[in-house]
């Protein structure tokens, strides 16, 4: 069987550059090469991108710094904190990313 290498990979799935040094943001995922990136975190904003682009609408019931966003395939609502100058956490960009993959599944 052949053995698969952890190479460190930035949560949005870009690929960190060899030289860089990630740090806590950024975690190790099977088999992807490397590549040049730099090692921010995303901000919201491009999460809301992410999410109106993948066909997710804002609807009313968020307070404050809250959004909250439906689609008609995904079951349920997803809440995002954040203004959008705010860099985005790992969970959000994980729960993004999970509502997006579910919703065109």
Not at 31 to 42: D, F, K, M
Not at 67 to 83: D, M, N, T, Y
Not at 85 to 92: I, K, S
Request: proline share 7%; with cysteine.
């Amino acid at each position: 069987m052949k053995r698969k290498t952890l190479r460190p990979s930035c949560l949005c799935g870009e690929k960190v550059a060899p030289g860089c040094n990630p740090g806590p943001k950024y975690y190790w995922q099977l088999g992807l090469g490397y590549g040049i990136i730099s090692c921010v975190p995303r901000k919201i904003r491009q999460l809301v991108a992410d999410l109106e682009r993948g066909g997710f609408v804002v609807v009313p019931g968020g307070k404050g710094s809250h959004r909250k966003f439906r689609h008609p395939k995904h079951a349920g609502s997803l809440i995002l904190s954040g203004h959008n100058g705010d860099d985005a956490h790992h969970y959000q960009e994980r729960q993004v990313r999970k509502a997006i993959r579910e919703a065109n599944s």
